[in-house]
């Protein structure tokens, strides 16, 4: 069975750090690009980072600029999100999903994702 796995999140208090880890099953998460997402109620689903097969990272937001990483490490089939100088507005379910190779900011390619994990950020 294919499965994507969150874990890390919770409530941090403004300007706090959280990592995401993503735990892939059933498949080899080399072969894949994993993209991290977020969204909230009623709001379209946004993209965060992304980081290719190969290693390189694609920034998809904006608003994470210098403040999040994404990383990967195939011995564990894990992808991580770093998530550094966190905002009220980063309060958002955040999803992990895989992609064939090469990243892209179009969720609908995105082919097997987690069941998503919440990250509140609030005093």
């Known amino acids: 069975q294919l499965q994507l796995v969150e874990s890390g999140g919770g409530l941090v208090q403004p300007g706090g750090s959280l990592r995401l880890s993503c735990a892939a099953s059933?498949?080899?998460?080399?072969?894949?690009?994993i993209g991290w997402f977020r969204q909230a109620p009623g709001k379209e689903r946004e993209g965060v980072l992304c980081?290719?097969?190969?290693?390189?990272?694609?920034n998809l937001a904006d608003s994470v600029k210098g403040r999040f990483t994404i990383s990967r490490d195939n011995a564990k089939n894990a992808a991580y999100l770093q998530m550094n100088s966190l905002k009220p507005e980063d309060t958002d379910v955040y999803y992990c999903?895989?992609?064939?190779?090469?990243?892209?900011?179009?969720?609908?390619?995105?082919?097997?994702w987690g069941q998503g994990i919440q990250v509140t950020v609030s005093s």
């Open positions: 980081i290719d097969k190969w290693g390189r990272n694609t």
């Open positions: 999903a895989r992609r064939t190779e090469l990243c892209t900011n179009d969720w609908r390619s995105y082919d097997v």
């Open positions: 059933g498949f080899s998460l080399s072969y894949y690009a």
